[in-house]
């Protein structure tokens, strides 16, 4: 597929008016052969591969091809019982009884294995949940890996990470996990839970179960105790009974808002901890004076990466009134250079996205706009004739009323509003009922602090997006959760602080 719209160069790219393009993407596929797939998986509690209760199974599919890769267990609130009741044992026995010296020769043996099988870990990751190759083999396998390795360095130094206080693990943690970033987000959390001494149970989204599943392979390869971390894939209702049981001491979790409230309703009354990251509606605001071929950089990263299926996307981009023209002129140019199509091919930009439900949302919102109207662009790209795919989408003339502007897409669709002074821009991105994430664009240092400091967001990014660290805690205010993941903040959330 050609990364440009027809057969000459944009403007942006400087080759002269109707200069013929020199050359053209090949095609870059990357083998499927190092995964290999089982017909069907089970559930993994207390360290081996189980059937459901009732021996019920659902199906994962491919997002790019809309075929089966497999059949996996669902589990029953029977099954969630029992796993919830492995990990009280190990808890309560084997693993919690081990220094933080031994859990942490476990964490680090998890890391280095994640390391070892990366191009394993990556190529399902892509063909389970139709993110680009590149994205799942440069971000996010290091970036779970990395995890691993930092959390592994805490686990016996919990003494100085929180000086003066005795450091005791929770007991049982609850996560439920997203469809986005699967193995990601499995680090984010178990990490730090068995960093602290806690036992997990995890529930994978439903659309993307198999990296978790493999991951239980790899808590067998590391000789991880039975017990300590527990699977159990299955429907919404198996995750609301999951967080709602009395043998669960921590709730994590990683989704949409709504759902993030009826957990919040769920365990009100008890005394369990809690962290919620949900939703956002990221201004990303670039200022007269901003490097404007390094901000198109930062903008397409902000809401075109993982086709838009980011929790924290820059959705909405604020644009100083004086050069919204030509950085409008630029962003146009640098969209028809995106590659949409197979996301196992190396040269893809923007893959699949996640389930033909979400496809029919993000139509749906896209057609929304254009009813409002705000005007539709998107560069020209044959889309592959089976799949879920949504060419890259930009729209200008937006009104803060319209509700592109307002709701969490969760796709590769990017809304325009301008401003004109640092107050009207904050006023614009404080307008949200979500309060994730925030970039500013400009080469004064004084005005990132001063925007910083006044912009509603959990994270914000400073001529960049997107950039995460391990080390760095993440998190919103709002309607966007509460608790942080990641960092020391993150391993607080996995501990009872006592007085020495």
């Not at 990357?30 to 659902?58: C, Q």
């Not at 005795?166 to 996990?177: C, D, F, H, S, T």
């Not at 893959?351 to 993000?362: H, M, T």
């Not at 200008?396 to 640092?422: C, D, M």
Request: hydrophobic fraction near 40%; include cysteine; glycine fraction near 10%.
């Amino acid at each position: 597929m050609r990364p440009w719209s027809g057969d000459r160069a944009p403007a942006g790219w400087g080759l002269g008016d109707g200069q013929a393009i020199p050359w053209e993407y090949a095609p870059a596929p990357e083998s499927r052969d190092i995964v290999v797939l089982k017909e069907r998986y089970g559930l993994f509690i207390n360290g081996r591969e189980v059937e459901a209760s009732d021996k019920g199974v659902f199906q994962t599919v491919n997002p790019a091809t809309e075929e089966k890769l497999a059949d996996v267990s669902r589990a029953t609130t029977a099954d969630v019982d029992r796993a919830i009741r492995a990990a009280r044992r190990a808890q309560g026995g084997t693993w919690g009884k081990l220094p933080g010296r031994e859990r942490a020769k476990y964490l680090f043996r998890i890391a280095r294995i994640l390391q070892e099988r990366s191009r394993e870990f990556a190529v399902l990751e892509t063909m389970d949940s139709g993110k680009p190759i590149k994205e799942s083999r440069d971000v996010d396998v290091p970036l779970a890996a990395a995890h691993f390795w930092y959390y592994a360095g805490w686990a016996d130094k919990l003494e100085y990470a929180f000086p003066g206080r005795n450091a005791r693990p929770l007991g049982v943690a609850a996560q439920v996990i997203p469809w986005n970033f699967p193995l990601l987000m499995l680090a984010w959390k178990i990490a730090p839970a068995l960093a602290a001494g806690n036992t997990v149970v995890l529930k994978p989204a439903s659309t993307t179960p198999l990296s978790a599943l493999l991951f239980a392979d790899v808590c067998r390869q590391a000789d991880l105790p039975p017990g300590v971390v527990n699977i159990v894939p299955g429907p919404a209702e198996i995750g609301m009974h999951l967080v709602s049981s009395p043998g669960v001491d921590k709730v994590a979790f990683t989704g949409s808002t709504g759902v993030g409230k009826l957990i919040q309703r769920a365990i009100a009354g008890t005394d369990k901890a809690i962290t919620l990251e949900l939703g956002g509606k990221a201004a990303n605001i670039v200022f007269e004076d901003a490097a404007l071929d390094q901000a198109v950089e930062g903008i397409v990263n902000g809401i075109y990466f993982n086709q838009g299926e980011v929790c924290c996307a820059g959705s909405r981009l604020l644009a100083q009134e004086s050069i919204v023209e030509p950085l409008i002129e630029k962003l146009k140019d640098r969209l028809s250079t995106i590659r949409v199509g197979d996301p196992l091919d190396k040269n893809t930009d923007v893959g699949a996205i996640n389930s033909r439900q979400q496809l029919e949302k993000i139509t749906e919102l896209v057609a929304a706009g254009v009813a409002e109207g705000a005007d539709l662009y998107q560069p020209a790209c044959d889309l592959p004739d089976r799949g879920y795919f949504f060419r890259p989408t930009l729209f200008t003339n937006v009104a803060q009323s319209h509700r592109i502007a307002k709701e969490e897409i969760f796709g590769p669709v990017l809304s325009v509003l301008t401003f004109r002074t640092p107050d009207e821009a904050i006023e614009k991105a404080n307008n949200t009922p979500y309060g994730l994430s925030a970039g500013v664009w400009t080469e004064k240092g004084s005005r990132i602090l001063s925007m910083v400091r006044k912009l509603k967001a959990g994270v914000v990014w400073a001529n960049t997006f997107n950039r995460f660290d391990p080390t760095s805690p993440f998190g919103g205010y709002k309607e966007s959760g509460f608790g942080r993941e990641g960092g020391m903040h993150g391993l607080h959330a996995y501990v009872r602080l006592e007085d020495r």
